[in-house]
């Protein structure tokens, strides 16, 4: 199984501010990694696909980088609504795994 | 619109079984396949197996080989998961989402809301 390396698992931040969240893979998966926003009793909703795609309807603050092993997911300026946490997928092979998150909260 | 709904939360007793429907609106779930993810609480996803498109082939987990059986209902648009053999640790929201073209190796979008199992004597 391809094990999905996240961090940090948390992370305190303002309004405003830049974060970068990173995630490894065991092995490389190319550029099948996604990325998701969760908040509390909801389901995760796609940001990113392929490593680098923005999904449609998702602000142009959200960036995702990398290829391989190692991944970055960039959130620009942070906005109150982005305060959630954040898990990286990866679609290259099953079984499909994901990191343990990254729960972004407000300094 | 696409949309995936899924059936009510469910309280079961160790050792039974749930049954927890998915259905599509807005495609032909014929064309896409389905996956089934669960979340226990405080804790990250973990996939449980999918149902391809086309000739419904599936696969499972290792995990939970043996445990798990994913379904279609073609006339209804609806995908169903059963898990049997439920233990305590199996209480979670259990999700189905569909790969957002139809492949294996898609992203998943949409997700359906979740539906809450709890097993508990």
């Known amino acids: 199984d391809i094990q999905m390396t996240q961090s940090p698992s948390s992370l305190s931040a303002s309004v405003g501010d830049r974060v970068t969240i990173t995630c490894r893979a065991s092995q490389s998966i190319s550029s099948y990694l996604n990325w998701y926003q969760q908040k509390p009793g909801r389901a995760p909703k796609l940001l990113i696909y392929?490593?680098?795609s923005l999904q449609s309807g998702v602000p142009s603050r959200f960036r995702g980088g990398g290829s391989g092993t190692d991944f970055t997911l960039t959130i620009s300026s942070l906005q109150p609504e982005d305060f959630a946490t954040y898990y990286c997928q990866q679609s290259y092979s099953t079984p499909i795994t994901f990191g343990r998150g990254t729960r972004l909260e407000i300094k | 619109q696409v949309q995936l709904v899924q059936s009510g939360a469910e309280v079961k007793k160790p050792g039974a079984s749930v049954k927890v429907s998915c259905k599509a609106s807005?495609?032909?779930?014929?064309?896409?396949?389905m996956h089934w993810v669960r979340q226990a609480p405080g804790q990250r996803p973990e996939w449980m197996g999918w149902i391809n498109a086309g000739n419904d082939n599936t696969k499972y987990s290792q995990k939970f080989q043996g445990r798990v059986t994913i379904t279609r209902d073609r006339p209804a648009n609806t995908i169903y998961m059963e898990l049997s053999s439920l233990r305590s640790e199996d209480t979670a929201v259990y999700y189905c989402?569909?790969?957002?073209?139809?492949?294996?190796?898609?992203?998943?979008?949409?997700w359906g809301q979740g539906t809450l199992v709890t097993v508990s004597s």
């Open positions: 392929g490593a680098v």
């Open positions: 807005g495609y032909s779930s014929i064309s896409y396949g």
């Open positions: 989402a569909r790969p957002a073209y139809g492949s294996g190796n898609d992203w998943f979008d949409p």
